[in-house]
């Protein structure tokens, strides 16, 4: 048990993920970095110099590795503050619950449909389309939970130089993209709201999102 803010991230290795637990951890809440690959979040987590923060294998698609890892955070913490759904995944609440789904302007119906928009053009039909499914499992369950005091919001980072897709961060630079540290402010604003109240938005560091 402990009295710091437990805040789990998945996907926690590298890219956006990583750089949210520096960040959080840097704040004092104590940090839980899923990895799917065990070794490579235990590399992240040496390199970065991050003895304090837990690793635990979880890969979002499969149920036996979440319910590992809810069991390992039972055990270990006995609460669960804040989950970054920064892979994917659903888990559960305990003081300052909120969830933050890693969501994205790609997944903007509204963005879809308008010729002015920066993503009109874009064509990546599946990834769209799992980003507007969560966005609508944002929008259902925060009104699911609105009379309870736990928060549901998504994010979107814009675009952002990792190793996302595939290419290499200097690649995505060159088309545009942002830093990490850009790209996981509006989450950290989320993350360290101490009031708690956002629910059921999509935003990100320019303002709301058209969903
Ligand atoms: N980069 C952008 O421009 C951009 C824009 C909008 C939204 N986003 C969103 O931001 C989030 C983070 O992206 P990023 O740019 O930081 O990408 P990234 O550098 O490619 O990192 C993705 C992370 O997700 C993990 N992951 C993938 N599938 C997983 C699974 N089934 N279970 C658990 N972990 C899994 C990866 O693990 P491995 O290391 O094992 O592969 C990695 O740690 C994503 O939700 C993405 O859709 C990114």
Redesign the pocket.
């Given at each position: 048990m402990t009295n710091k803010i437990v805040t789990l991230v998945?996907?926690?290795?590298?890219?956006?993920?990583l750089a949210l637990i520096k960040a959080l951890h840097a704040q004092g809440q104590q940090l839980i970095m899923?990895?799917?690959?065990l070794a490579?979040g235990r590399a992240a987590v040496e390199v970065a110099h991050l003895s304090d923060v837990t690793v635990v294998q979880?890969?979002?698609?499969d149920s036996q590795s979440i319910q590992a890892a809810v069991n390992t955070i039972q055990n270990q913490y006995g609460q669960l503050d804040i989950l970054i759904n920064?892979?994917?995944a659903a888990f559960d609440h305990h003081q300052r619950p909120s969830l933050i789904n890693?969501s994205?302007m790609?997944g903007s119906l509204t963005n879809a449909l308008d010729p002015q928009s920066s993503v009109y053009h874009a064509s990546a039909i599946g990834y769209q389309a799992s980003k507007a499914a969560l966005n609508m499992f944002t929008i259902q369950l925060a009104k699911e939970l609105q009379t309870t005091n736990i928060t549901v919001n998504a994010v979107?980072?814009?675009?952002?130089a990792?190793?996302?897709g595939g290419i290499t961060p200097e690649l995505a630079s060159q088309h545009g993209?942002k830093s990490i540290a850009h790209?996981i402010q509006r989450t950290i604003d989320l993350a360290t709201d101490t009031d708690n109240t956002t629910t059921g938005t999509f935003s990100n560091t320019d303002g709301p999102v058209a969903w």
């Open positions: 998945t996907g926690g290795n590298r890219g956006m993920g899923g990895s799917r690959d490579k979880l890969d979002v698609t920064n892979a994917g890693i994205s790609m979107d980072p814009g675009m952002v990792t190793e996302f993209a790209g």
